[in-house]
Nanobody, 124 residues
């Protein structure tokens, strides 16, 4: 089974930045998507961003222009640079991947592999 391990979460003030990292335990073909989801208390997980099989990127609501997703294929790593953080960004952030080609990591039902999450807290 693929294991995903996140790091880089923390507590910051509004307007500050964080860089999340995710490392996979094994090589994932470039055709497989990797992405980030987040979940706040009492809510379902929502897509944040995805690096798709064609190396295009997708972003969820409210993050485009502030967040940048990138993937380092040689390092088996996924990153999420989060700038201008807002209190509504507070959530547990999960790394995710799908072991099939042609699927975007933008729907939790499409995800095969989940990390255990890293907490991001943004205070005013």
């Amino acid at each position: 089974q693929v294991q995903l391990v996140e790091s880089g979460g923390g507590s910051v003030e509004t307007g500050q930045s964080l860089n999340l990292s995710c490392e996979s335990s094994r090589f994932l073909p470039t055709a497989y998507c990797m992405g980030w989801f987040r979940q706040a208390p009492g809510k379902e997980r929502e897509a944040v961003a995805s690096v798709n099989g064609d190396n295009s990127v997708s972003y969820g609501e409210g993050v485009e222009g502030r967040f940048t997703i990138s993937r380092d294929y040689s390092k088996k790593a996924l990153y999420l640079q989060m700038n201008n953080l807002k209190p509504e960004d507070t959530a547990t952030y999960y790394c995710a991947a799908r072991d099939d080609a042609g699927v975007r990591c933008m729907n939790s039902r499409d995800i095969n592999f989940w990390g255990r999450g890293t907490q991001v807290t943004v205070s005013s």
